[in-house]
């Protein structure tokens, strides 16, 4: 699991880098006819970030540090 | 005039928060500076993701937008979104389990334990808190000047940085700890509600958001910023190095020492980037939309343009509202004065006995002392240095890549056994020197500096002009970077506002250096005592 988790982190901080994706956005196409769409990439991924924070307090919580909260 | 007196019932507001949280206070050390480790989630939340919020960020977010498009919501925002969580998780939850079981209240003092020195604490206090200074300085002059935009000049720049110095002192001095944490809750909350609001206000009069990027998109010098062509590939990566600086800022390392349980981490953790989402998005949007209203603002103008958006759009009281919020941006200096003085206090005063000889109460006095002292300090500077605020907001860019630079040094400290304090050493003499090494290049710099892009009205200005050629002050240039040694090659770039490395921020080799100075150094060295060992990494831990 541990490795697992790494591996998703990886591969979310490595979706930042979107620099394939901005080649090709160079038109500045509108999401929704607002939004350009290289922002709405990146506000997607904000909420990606959220989720890859929720697995990891999910599935890797330091539960050992709990031990302090009794002391 | 209603919008500055709104600012300054806000103002009213969180000074009684302040004198409210002393009340409430124990009258003990680990009270006024820890608020005694007994913060719940939501307050938890919104305190360490206040202090985090700066104007530096909301006001230079917007500005940056304005001149560099869309991307700045990338390079900044959505790369602190993954970040800024990830080393809470990893290490703000383990500062919190050993300053608890440990009793530490400051980084410094978990650092001198773990590696068994007094010698590389002092040398980190002394860095840290050199770095943290031009923050409570950039801080005093955003007060005044923010008093003095909203109040259209009526409010002199001396008196509401004056205003704003005695405000945050008061409830730093009465309120300690819990009554900053009070107000930085109740600020993150106003800007999230408000901000939202006047959003929506200002897109409609505009005459919708929609219209307003299609109009932008018509024309080819505004449509590059619906895009992230005015960012390098090089200069977007290496921003994702930039966030490793929170956890180590003081103010941040410390907020994490005052949840009353673990598991309080876990609501931080999961919504910090909704969070970042919720502030930068509409500031980066808005200084984006911007351009279409004021199309020709120079680069100083440009930082204030949420003010001017807001002041052109909104009637008296939302603005006024929204001046409050920014002000409560601004004022994030609180946190970092409260900071200050816990280190002050901690790693000074009760470090070399201080505590033991005069007790308990002299020393909340010392640190309520220390709070006046560099409040006055910092307004003083602020008074003086009007006119040359770009210094410090030089000198936060450099924290920025500092305390960056640091957080191999605390990874090491929590999660390497091996690691030593003559690893750490080499690490911040590096980080030191580096600091020192970029504001030199800077510096030297500034003369061949090229001149940002040009705006939409001026580009007929900058026809003609060559692309890297050093730019005439006043003239539009291309933004593209030049060689400060021609005979280095591109070793040392300078853009319009940084100095680079083959193309990337000092930021990136600041870091990478660092670690490995710090595995290189512990490697070469003996290692910890068999004891210290043990303390921060007990047996249990292992199986």
């Known amino acids: ?71 | 005039m209603l919008s500055v007196g709104i600012v300054f019932v806000y103002l009213a507001i969180v000074l009684y928060i302040g004198i409210f949280a002393f009340r409430k206070g124990k009258g003990s050390g680990e009270d006024f500076f820890l608020a005694s480790r007994s913060l719940g989630p939501w307050v938890f939340l919104l305190s360490l993701f206040g202090t985090n919020m700066t104007a530096f960020a909301i006001l230079g977010s917007s500005g940056m937008a304005y001149s560099r498009g869309i991307g700045v919501y990338g390079l900044m925002a959505s790369s602190s979104g993954i970040i800024i969580p990830l080393t809470i998780f990893l290490i703000g939850t383990r500062l919190w389990a050993l300053g608890k079981k440990h009793e530490h209240m400051t980084q410094v003092q978990f650092l001198r334990d773990r590696w068994e020195c007094d010698g590389i604490g002092t040398f980190i206090f002394a860095l840290t808190a050199a770095m943290l200074i031009p923050y409570i300085v950039i801080a005093m002059m955003g007060g005044g000047e923010v008093l003095e935009t909203v109040s259209d000049h009526k409010v002199p720049y001396w008196f509401g940085g004056g205003i704003v110095a005695i405000v945050v002192m008061g409830y730093v001095f009465f309120g300690g700890m819990r009554g900053t944490a009070w107000v930085n809750a109740f600020q993150t909350t106003l800007f999230l509600l408000f901000g939202s609001i006047a959003f929506i206000l200002i897109g409609k009069s505009m005459g919708g958001f929609p219209q307003i990027m299609e109009s932008l998109n018509a024309r080819p010098p505004t449509a590059a910023l619906l895009t992230r062509e005015r960012i390098p590939a090089e200069e977007f990566f290496s921003y994702l190095f930039i966030p490793l600086s929170a956890i180590m800022f003081p103010h941040l390392s410390i907020m994490c020492l005052t949840a009353e349980k673990i598991g309080h981490f876990k609501k931080t953790v999961i919504w910090y980037p909704v969070c970042i989402m919720a502030i930068w998005l509409p500031s980066v949007y808005l200084g984006v939309a911007a351009k279409s209203q004021f199309p020709s603002l120079t680069p100083g103008e440009a930082n204030d343009v949420i003010i001017r958006l807001l002041t052109q759009n909104t009637g008296a009281i939302v603005s006024g509202v929204l001046g409050a919020g920014i002000m409560a941006c601004v004022m994030a200096s609180d946190s970092q004065i409260m900071a200050l003085s816990t280190m002050f206090t901690q790693d000074l005063f009760t470090h070399y006995g201080g505590k033991e000889k005069f007790g308990d109460r002299v020393q909340i006095m010392a640190g309520r002392a220390f709070v006046v002292g560099i409040t006055l300090i910092a307004y003083l500077i602020a008074l003086a240095l009007k006119d040359q605020e770009s210094i410090f907001e030089l000198a936060i860019r450099f924290a920025f890549s500092g305390f960056a630079a640091l957080a191999p040094v605390m990874l090491a400290a929590l999660f390497w056994k091996r690691s030593t304090k003559w690893g750490a050493l080499a690490a911040s003499t590096w980080v030191l020197c580096a600091v020192l090494g970029v504001w030199h290049l800077t510096a030297v710099s500034e003369s061949i500096a090229p001149r940002p892009p040009a705006p939409p009205a001026a580009t007929a200005m900058a026809k003609g002009k060559a692309p890297g050629k050093a730019m005439v002050p006043g003239k539009a240039g291309s933004g593209k970077a030049v060689q400060i040694y021609p005979d280095r090659g591109d070793l040392f770039l300078r853009g319009p506002v940084n100095v680079t490395v083959y193309g990337y921020l000092p930021v990136m080799p600041m870091v990478l250096i660092s670690a490995l100075l710090m595995i290189v150094g512990s490697l070469v060295t003996p290692p910890p005592s068999r004891a210290t060992v043990e303390k921060y990494f007990p047996p249990a831990r292992r199986s």
Do not use: C, R
Not at chain 1, 8 to 17: E, G, K, S
Not at chain 1, 43 to 61: D, H, R
């Open chain 1, 1 to 71: 699991m541990k490795y697992f988790l790494v591996l998703i982190v990886a591969v979310v901080i490595v979706l930042h880098q979107d620099n394939l994706l901005w080649d090709s956005w160079k038109d500045s196409t509108l999401v929704f006819g607002f939004l350009p769409i290289g922002l709405a990439y990146h506000v997607g991924y904000s909420f990606v970030a959220a989720l890859t924070m929720w697995l990891l307090v999910t599935l890797a919580w330091p539960k050992h540090l709990e031990e302090g909260e009794a002391e």
